[in-house]
Structure formats: structure tokens, C-alpha cells
């Protein structure tokens, strides 16, 4: 009974939010890390998808562990959908203003945008999986060559562009998601906030450049 009540209260959804968003977070750091090993050439690359595949074994089968960690993120992201959904339905009942016509309410564009970014980040995640986990949407997917997948995925300029707009967004949510994460964990003091706002930004744009570099790398030709 204690937990049902606690489940619907503002509290616990923002726990969940927080929880979601730092596992989210730390995949994010290790996936973009992983990523720029594409730069060191095809042998490296695809010895670290092939690192990732043998994580675990003989303890678990061969991509058990992988497909454990993406089951863990997809939750993740479903729960952390979940929470925000609902608390924005229980400010609104809470509020019930026209947001759009509060003119002394400073939001900033990436606050103002936080909720459909993480639909769309949503829709992203899934054509990624689909594009180059899966491959069912990868006309030219070779299973086993993750370097070659890359490649020539984001030869197809339409594609490139996707992930490129895509993480730019993903940029403005994780900016945006930080600042609210350290004010969710009660670190909203003004001698922090420069730092929070410092390290938000710095965060983000690594994170967010991180990924753009390898879609740009291969458009340029920098990767082939």
C-alpha cells in the first residue's frame, strides 16, 4: 500500500527520472568513447564491437551480456519517457495556465523543448538499433563488420543527416536534463549553479560533438 502511494507522488517520479537519466548518462560517455575508436581504422573498431560481444562469456552466453545492458537501457529509457509524461500531465492539472501565454516565464530553448526532444531521441534510438545493431534497415548491413556498417551507412547522406540533427537534439535534452538533475538531488545552491551551468554545457557538447564527428568524418571522407 505504502509503495502504491509513494509510486504517485511528484517525488518518486522525479527519482525515477533522475536514476534513469544517470544510467542514461553514463551509457552515453562509454557508447560515444567506443564510438571514436572507428577513427583508429577497422581492426580496432571492430576488435572493440567484437570486446563487447565476448563481455561476459563463458559465465553467459556470447552477446549476453550486450543484449542484458541494452534491455537495462531500453528500460531506462522507457521509465525515464514515463516519468516525464507523467509529471507533465500532473503540472498541467496542477496549472491549468496556457503556457503559452505566460510572458514572464523565461524558459530557455532547450527547457522549452525537453519533452518533445525525448520523443523524438526516443524514435532515434530505435533506427539506430534497426540501422546498425539489427541491420533491417541497412541496405547494404554485413553482420559481423560493425566498421563497414558505419561506413557505408552514413555514405547515404539522408541517414547522416538523421543521426547529425539528431544528436545536435540529443545535445540541447542532455544540457537541459544535467541542470535539472542536480536540482532534482537538492544541489541548487547559487555557489553551485555556475558550476552546474559550466558543466552542462561542457558535458553536452562533448557528448553531442562526440557523435557528430564520426557521420561528418565519413561524409568528408576523413573515414572509409
Not at 35 to 41: A, M, P, R, S, W
Not at 137 to 163: E, K, R, T
Not at 210 to 218: C, H
Amino acid at each position: 500500500m505504502w509503495f502504491s502511494d509513494l509510486a504517485r507522488t511528484a517525488v518518486f517520479k522525479k527519482a525515477i527520472m533522475a536514476v534513469t537519466g544517470v544510467i542514461l548518462f553514463g551509457w552515453l560517455v562509454a557508447h560515444m568513447a567506443g564510438n571514436l575508436k572507428v577513427f583508429e581504422g577497422p581492426e580496432k573498431f571492430n576488435h572493440y564491437a567484437e570486446f563487447l560481444r565476448e563481455m561476459g562469456t563463458p559465465l553467459v552466453p556470447e552477446s549476453g551480456m550486450l543484449w542484458i545492458a541494452r534491455v537495462v537501457l531500453l528500460v531506462s529509457v522507457g521509465l525515464h519517457i514515463w516519468a516525464a509524461t507523467v509529471l507533465t500531465l500532473q503540472n498541467r492539472r496542477a496549472h491549468p495556465v496556457n503556457y503559452a501565454d505566460r510572458r514572464g516565464v523565461q524558459l530557455d530553448y532547450a527547457a522549452r523543448t525537453m519533452r518533445v526532444s525525448g520523443y523524438l531521441i526516443g524514435l532515434y534510438i530505435i533506427f539506430h538499433l534497426m540501422h546498425l545493431t539489427i541491420g533491417n534497415v541497412h541496405p547494404h548491413f554485413i553482420p559481423g563488420d560493425p566498421y563497414d556498417n558505419v561506413v557505408s551507412g552514413f555514405q547515404v547522406v539522408p541517414v547522416a543527416l538523421v543521426y547529425i540533427l539528431a544528436n545536435i537534439l540529443l545535445g540541447f535534452h542532455l544540457y537541459h536534463g544535467l541542470w535539472s538533475l542536480f536540482q532534482s538531488l537538492g544541489w541548487n545552491y547559487p555557489a553551485y549553479n555556475a558550476w552546474r551551468r559550466h558543466f552542462a554545457i561542457t558535458f553536452s557538447l562533448v557528448v553531442s560533438l562526440g557523435f557528430i564527428s564520426v557521420p561528418l568524418a565519413v561524409l568528408f571522407g576523413v573515414i572509409s
